[in-house]
């Protein structure tokens, strides 16, 4: 698992907001034909046991994210440049840096898998890169980030111990 750092410690350029679809969990459409989940929402409905209203119950969750993103850039920056997602949750903005390169072309390709450990819902998932001078100047070829299913984070886990 990866360690978050306070992104105000970081400076960091943005480069694209990550699709909500990606991070926040969408509930499951119930079938008319599944009646033990319509009686089971409507069980949900009528409980008398929910918290008061403006309680707010703070959840600890796990994320993993696989992101890769394609960089060319003007000139070959001499600084090491390196890949962070960057998010909002209940307990503040961090980020987690998912792969760092000492470039030595004008392109390159960081990428890697990390975890967050998250306080709530995540506001926002945004991929930033760091390592680079007020005038490097690059282009983003491609950006690929996406979660992986819990299914597939403990079958990737299995096989590697």
């Known amino acids: 698992m990866s360690n978050a750092i ?3 410690l970081l400076k960091l350029r943005f480069v694209a907001e990550v699709p909500r679809n990606e991070f926040i969990d969408l509930p499951q459409r119930i079938e008319p034909e599944q009646t033990q989940s319509r009686l089971w929402f409507l069980r949900q409905l009528r409980n008398a ?4 209203v403006g309680h707010k119950t703070v959840v600890s969750m796990r994320k993993t994210f696989n992101a890769a993103v394609w960089l060319r850039f003007l000139q070959t920056p001499q ?3 390196s890949l962070w997602l960057k998010y909002r949750d209940a307990s503040g903005e961090y980020a987690v840096m998912v792969d760092e390169m000492q470039l030595e ?3 390159a390709m960081l990428s890697g898998c990390v975890t967050i ?3 709530g819902a995540l506001s926002y998932l945004q991929a930033h890169i760091s390592g680079l001078r007020a005038s490097d100047v690059f282009s983003v070829e491609e950006l690929y980030v ?3 299913s819990p299914d597939l ?3 990737t886990q299995s096989h590697s111990a």
């Open 6 to 8: 306070p992104a105000k």
């Open 49 to 52: 046991n929910r918290p008061p």
């Open 79 to 81: 600084a090491p440049v």
């Open 105 to 107: 072309s004008d392109a």
């Open 117 to 119: 450990q998250t306080r």
């Open 146 to 148: 996406q979660r992986q």
């Open 153 to 155: 984070n403990n079958e």
